[in-house]
């Protein structure tokens, strides 16, 4: 299934235009895309600052559900968590960045998807 470019376009005007609107502070940073495939997140690795806001747009171009669940890094808490997205699906999510720096734990939780690679990074640096 093709995922329809005008969606993502407007998806990514309207991020920018919330932005713009927004008045300034809070260090929120919209227009970022993860693609979610089988089985796989792209890119597997982000970078953020302490505290700050991501507001991400998850794009299942996958044949398969995928989720998003972001952990602490104690590796079981869950600091965010984004149930199933349909495959052709593209879904808006608003993830505080933790305010601790170091490497965070990004799977799919989806039975097997983690084990076949489903896994990505966020790395926390001031
Ligand atoms: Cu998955």
Redesign the pocket.
């Known amino acids: 299934m093709r995922w329809p470019w005008m969606r993502v376009m407007a998806l990514l005007m309207g991020g920018l235009l919330a932005a713009c609107g927004g008045g300034g502070g809070g260090g929120a940073s919209s227009g970022l895309v993860i693609e979610?495939g089988d089985?796989y997140f792209k890119p597997n690795v982000l970078t953020a600052k302490p505290g700050q806001t991501l507001e991400i747009t998850l794009e299942n171009k996958g044949a398969?559900?995928?989720?998003f669940v972001l952990y602490d890094q104690d590796g079981k808490t869950v600091l965010f968590e984004r149930d199933n997205i349909q495959p052709g699906r593209a879904v808006k999510v608003t993830v505080k960045v933790p305010e601790k720096p170091g490497n965070y734990e990004i799977v799919?939780t989806?039975p097997g998807?983690k084990e076949g690679g489903?896994v990505a990074t966020l790395r926390v640096q001031p």
């Not at 398969?64 to 989720?67: I, P, R, T």
Request: proline share 0%; aromatic share 0%.
């Open positions: 979610m089985l398969l559900e995928h989720n799919c989806v998807h489903m």
